[in-house]
Nanobody
Framework: QAQLVESGGGLVQAGGSLRLSCAASRSTFNRYAMGWFRQAPGKEREFVAAINWSGTTYYADAEKGRFAISRDDAKSTVYLQMNSLKPEDTAVYYC???????????????WGQGTQVTVSS
């Protein structure tokens, strides 16, 4: 399984932007679909966005137009650019790897430790 390490979280005001990064340890990174999920306090972990090996992307409806997922296979890194952030985007954000692109948590076998994003009003 790939080892995944997220970074880039922090505190930002509503309307601001953040870019999350997720670095993978495996040289076979380019064979994986990568996803971003988030979990707010007291809530279940939910899908945010995913990207497959060819660059096809998939977003949760609430994030379409605000968030953008991308990958750099040369750096074994996946990114999540988050714009127009809202207080309800506050959560721990996790990246994960799967065999194919999916919005289902159970399809993802490798997970990072998460990075906190806090959006103040």
């Amino acid at each position: 399984q790939a080892q995944l390490v997220e970074s880039g979280g922090g505190l930002v005001q509503a309307g601001g932007s953040l870019r999350l990064s997720c670095a993978a340890s495996r040289s076979t990174f380019n064979r994986y679909a990568m996803g971003w999920f988030r979990q707010a306090p007291g809530k279940e972990r939910e899908f945010v966005a995913a990207i497959n090996w060819s660059g096809t992307t998939y977003y949760a409806d609430a994030e379409k137009g605000r968030f953008a997922i991308s990958r750099d296979d040369a750096k074994s890194t996946v990114y999540l650019q988050m714009n127009s952030l809202k207080p309800e985007d506050t959560a721990v954000y996790y990246c994960a790897a799967a065999a194919s692109i999916s919005n289902d948590l159970s399809d993802y076998r490798s997970w990072g430790q998460g990075t906190q994003v806090t959006v103040s009003s």
